[in-house]
């Protein structure tokens, strides 16, 4: 149910920019009022009006509106967080890992559903409004995780929107997974997931002939892993694009990680770019800093979505990560050295699918009238400070309803 019409107050929106020389030096603002309906914004006036429509009121006091953000690639299903510390145990190989991983299956599955609201609690207090997860499905689990995932996010029904990935994560051939995705994809799950093709499944072409083929059958989006180093990862992207062309699912298949591109010469990578570019083929990535890092900037330069995620919240698999994808965003402007005005506010799209207050020249292109009320008011002077600096949020708004902070 949506909240009764308000206004907020005293709400400070980038109005564009202060150019020196062709030069971006700093960016305007102004406070304005918002008036937000049945979920969305529906009016945007000057602070200087004065409004005695009898509406309430919601005072920004100057805080800056920024888009909420889409939290793209992270696994709620198996996590350590909201229990005692635990490092990582070393491996030899991902085989050992995966080892490990069964060992613990029984415990993270008696507490599915409390972990993920664990995370999830964590993540709307961050700014998330909408969250892709991957969730363990195979011979072994069944769909018992997916049973806690849809709880959980009964639970968050109102304070967040979800995507589920069927995601067989010992490899969808290595354990005859299929079945189990198909029953997944019937009961709740979103997408197909699959893993490193070549260096799991052992064979490129039925890996992702499978994967497609259950998309296609249950009118799916496809989530795909993909770990695997240099050309085999490069060969892979190739070979699913191929795919994804003669299936006709453009804008439809995700590639996680793409960590090969990251390998391979410029020219390759661009080359790869502008054919997923041009089939509407996504790359969702964590900004690795112990490896290669994929080129982001040219593949968004080329015209690839690329988003952001947190990938394993503390598991047996990483003892890191703080849930916050500001820190994911800060973290690619100093990875990729975005530190002018222009590119820091840009960075801010990677983890707010695609959402910026300014284009190039300085317009406003959010939020705008129709917009969807569905965003967070932070102690920043404009988006690039926010970015840079892992703005404080104060308040966070879902589809209008304040789900986190006090105006």
């Not at 009121?57 to 299903?77: F, N, R, T, V, W």
């Not at 490896?291 to 598991?315: K, Y």
């Not at 690619?332 to 820091?344: M, Q």
Request: aromatic residues 6%; charged residues 25%; contains cysteine.
């Amino acid at each position: 149910m949506k909240a009764s019409p308000y206004w907020i107050i005293n709400a400070r929106l980038e109005s564009g920019y202060v150019w020196d020389q062709g030069v971006i030096r700093e960016t305007r603002t102004e406070l304005c009022d918002l008036l937000i309906e049945n979920g969305k914004i529906t009016r945007i006036e000057p602070s200087s009006e004065i409004l005695e429509d009898g509406i309430p009121k919601k005072d920004a006091k100057g805080l800056l509106i920024l888009p909420s953000m889409a939290e793209k690639h992270i696994h709620l299903e198996k996590t350590y967080y909201g229990g005692p510390w635990k490092a990582t145990t070393p491996v030899k190989n991902l085989f050992e890992r995966h080892a490990e991983d069964k060992g613990l299956l029984p415990m993270y599955l008696r507490q599915a559903q409390n972990g993920a609201e664990s995370i999830l609690s964590l993540l709307v207090q961050t700014g998330v409004t909408h969250v892709r997860t991957h969730c363990h499905v195979d011979p072994q689990v069944g769909l018992g995780f997916l049973e806690g995932m849809l709880k959980a996010f009964d639970t968050f029904a109102d304070r967040l929107s979800y995507e589920i990935v069927a995601f067989p994560h010992y490899g969808m051939l290595r354990t005859d997974a299929k079945s189990y995705v198909r029953e997944a994809l019937q009961n709740g799950a979103t997408h197909v997931g699959g893993v490193d093709p070549g260096g799991v499944d052992g064979d490129i072409e039925r890996s992702l002939a499978t994967m497609m083929e259950l998309a296609v059958e249950a009118d799916a989006d496809i989530d795909l892993h993909l770990h695997d180093p240099g050309h085999l990862g490069v060969f892979t992207i190739k070979r699913l694009a191929a795919m994804t062309e003669d299936a006709g699912w453009q804008g439809r298949v995700t590639v996680s990680h793409a960590l090969g591109l990251g390998d391979v010469s410029p020219q390759e990578a661009k080359e790869v770019a502008e054919r997923l570019a041009a089939l509407g083929i996504s790359i969702a990535s964590t900004v690795p800093i112990n490896r290669p890092t994929i080129p982001i900037p040219l593949l968004h330069e080329a015209g690839v979505a690329v988003m952001l995620g947190n990938d394993s919240l503390t598991d047996n698999w990483t003892p890191f990560g703080s849930g916050d994808l500001l820190e994911k965003a800060g973290r690619l402007a100093e990875r990729f050295r975005l530190t002018d005005e222009r590119r820091l506010g840009v960075a801010l799209g990677f983890v707010t699918e695609g959402r910026i207050p300014l284009d190039d020249a300085g317009n406003r292109i959010w939020p705008l009238i129709g917009d969807e009320a569905s965003l967070m008011a932070v102690e920043a002077s404009c988006s690039a400070e926010a970015v840079a600096r892992r703005a404080k949020r104060r308040v966070v708004l879902y589809q209008g309803t304040r789900v986190a902070g006090e105006w």
